[in-house]
């Protein structure tokens, strides 16, 4: 009787601390052949099995009933819960979790498999500022919008977004377009490049003027690094050059070279010498379109490619000049010689009387 008594009193103890979902409680008779056991823990035999949430447990203890010889078995079932583990999924940024929506998070059985995921790769905050999906953090690493994982603790799971600026990049229509546009992580550098020349042909050519980034004049140099610590927008600036020549089939002239379109080019001509004693050199004009023809040194406007030539005269005015002064002094030589040819003349003609005096001598 007391051995009855000690085993109900362990069964009670058992079934209230580790019982949950109590199934019921049975005595069976065991008949004269041996006692078969179906397990043993810690040297108590036992059978068990699992069954939906709950795990089955069945304990047979044998006893002596009385002054009966037969071995009697004390037997008794009972549910217990599956311990559960917590998996919590999150969002980095935190200012994401109302646009991106993650499955997964829950309870678990321990040991169970758990799956997780994100909805979007990419979350566009506006037209130039977006967010794209990067990786998983925390008990689960991995570049997959989806993740399992193995519930054997709690667990927590971060997808993380990385916030993209847009950078566009502006250029002229007609030279070889500018690479460098595209998204760009944020506080990312892009470095961006143009050739400093392009040249279209032998008289007209395009020149790198420097760089405007959001509306500002930047750096000259033809490369630039943009930090993308925001959306920018970056033009390419370049400039028109036209070439001008100037020519002159007698002199040096000065004002040939490349020109900023639209500019005024300083342009003149140089007086050559004199190719011969009493002739000069005279500016004739330019032929060509300048803005002062008849000057030897004006300006022309570089709408386009330009060629003038400065045009000159002989001019023999000095030439002249000294030749009727010569024929001048001649002719004054020759008047005042006849003039004093004349003069000496007139005083030597002979008296008439000294010939009669001659003629009387004769006749004598």
Known sequence: MRIYLFLQAVLIVLVLGGGICLAFSTVSQVYAYP?????????????????????????????????????????????????????????????????????GAGSYNQGSSATFSASQNIIQVSQNIRYVFSNWTGDYSGQGLN??????????????????????????????AVQGSGWYNANDSATLTVPSLIVGDTESRLVFNGWNVDGTNGPTSSTLTVQMNAPHTVNAQFKQQ????????????SGTGWYDAGTQAQISASTPPSPAYGISMVFNGWNGTVNSPSSQSTTVLMDGPKTVAATWRA????????????????????????????????MMTPAPAPAKVEEFKRES
């Open 35 to 103: 006692y078969t056991w179906w397990g043993s823990s810690g040297g108590c035999p036992y059978s068990y099995y699992y069954s939906g949430n709950c795990s089955y447990y069945s304990y047979y203890y044998p006893y002596y009933y009385g002054y009966y010889s037969y071995p009697y078995s004390y037997g008794y079932s009972y549910y217990t819960q599956p311990t559960q583990f917590q998996l919590t999924v999150n969002v980095n940024p935190l200012s994401l979790q109302n646009g991106v929506t993650v499955t």
């Open 147 to 176: 993740g399992t994982v193995t519930m054997n603790s709690a667990m927590t799971v971060t997808a993380v977004y990385q916030m993209q600026y847009y950078l566009t990049v502006n250029s002229p229509s007609n030279i070889p």
């Open 242 to 253: 036209y070439y001008l020549t100037v020519a002159s089939d007698q002199g040096p002239t």
């Open 315 to 346: 001019d023999a005015t000095v030439l002249y000049a000294t030749i009727a002064a010569v024929l001048a002094v001649i002719a004054a030589s020759v008047y005042l010689m006849t003039t004093r040819r004349k003069d000496n003349g007139t």
